[in-house]
């Protein structure tokens, strides 16, 4: 077997050439290439070199500040970037803004299954994700900013469905991370919380010649392991570097966990109870759409809550909880380590979590929104002047059997407090989700109805429905002034369900 080159961070970046196709794993800090980034970013200050790199990624990687792809930042070293989740990766988002790259933003499990097609060869993909939101090429196809002009998503029509295919990048480098290597490069994976679609990407670049670069954190004897713990196999990789111990942390939350990578008990997860007030409130009354033997997703943001509430209400033995970045059973973390969970039963690569969203699998999913219009289309990837991204909210909320919308009412400095059996807005946000029309559509309402999906939008004070009519309020807390508090805080007014009730006060108690 040829052996690869153990290399410095310094070496081995300079493997990567002009104009490469990088690929790169990881999600949020999970799997993320640290030491590789920071020195591809060094290698681009001191020598302007490389230069012109288109960049694919399929979740956000990065902090919202320096780490991760933020590395990346820089005008010249990118030229194009095809990213799922942007919103950890501001220094990326800039350019694409301010016109300064090509720049696309795909659904994350789009993005993620490409990694698989380029490995085989294939020209592209398609998938029912996506019509009739703006990566529909109707809509924009994914597009952002005017410097880019290149069509990589088409509409097709099959067997009288609507489809999207996307264009399946051709990956010319990677840079990769796993726990341990031995002398023939084979990277296992054992202290990582994710195997994310390292593979994937490994294949890809080594098909079209490489150079596959990972990160790891120590060289253990050969022939000392599983061979099915190999996730990157030496055939693959052509230079491994062990990166130092601050470059090669779990999450970007801490150095390592045991609980991220060992099954136990959901009992025994370390979780903060969620403090009193809206987010609570909230998530009290989203547990109420679980059902036993669910198939769970919990988004990032304010549906993240519904974890620790859920793991402290006994619930957690009846439903099964799944991150798209893999993780089985346990309880998601949050934060810096979403992405993670707490004991999880299992962890699979990325595509084939999302193989498994794509055809249904999910019974139900709580997502986060930021505004959401009359028809009940809902957007989360660009408002504002925010580019957060879609990351994997489209595959998500298109393809699960029952879609859960949560967030406050109101945004920017919205406070509520509940006493003496109701509840009172203490002070109104300064911005509205509720809007005539959403800046941009990350969800389609009419596409989830022609799918015969179940819709609700759950806030503090008001729940709502997707019907044929739109959104529709279904449920409004005791007290509260339906004109001034619900309809004078939405840029339209909702359809009223003719058995609209009053929501249950224990769930502000809880």
Known sequence: MSRPQFLSASQAIRLIPNGAVLGTGGFVGCGQAEELAAALEQRFLTTNEPRGLTLVFAAGQGDGKLRGLNHLGHEGLL???????????????????EGKIEAYNFPQGVVSKLFREAASGNPGMLSRVGPGTFVDPKNGGGKIGDLTSEDLVAQMTIDGVEMLWYRAPKISAALLRGTSSDSCGNISMEHETITGEMLAIAQAARRNGGPVIVQVERIVPDHSRDPKSIRIPGIFVDAVVVAAAENHWQ??????????????????????????????????????????????????????????????????????????????????????SFGSSFHPEAIIDQPSMFDFYDGGGLDVAFLSMAECDAEGNVNVSRYGGRMPGIGGFMNIAHTAKRVVFLGTFTAGGFEAEFAEGRMRIAREGSSRKFVRRVEQVSFSAATALRNGQQIMYVTERAVFRLTPAGLTLVEVAAEIDLSRDVFGQMGFRPEVASDCRTMAPRFYSV
């Not at 095809?82 to 800039?94: R, T």
């Not at 109870?273 to 036993?292: D, T, V």
Request: hydrophobic share 45%; glycine share 14%; aromatic share 4%.
């Open 251 to 336: 999450t970007y939350d801490g150095a390592f966990n045991a609980s991220y990578v060992r099954q136990g008990a959901v009992t025994m997860a370390d979780l903060q109870p969620l403090p009193l007030g809206p987010r609570r409130w909230i998530a009290a009354r989203c547990l109420e759409e679980l059902r036993a033997g669910d198939v769970v997703n919990l988004g990032i943001g304010m549906a993240e809550g519904m974890a620790p509430l859920a793991c402290e209400k006994g619930l957690l033995d009846s439903v099964t909880l799944t991150v798209e970045a893999g993780p089985i059973g346990g309880v998601p973390a949050g934060g810096l």
């Open 79 to 97: 030229k194009r970037v095809i990213g799922g989740h942007w919103n950890l990766v501001p220094s990326l988002a800039k350019l694409a803004i």
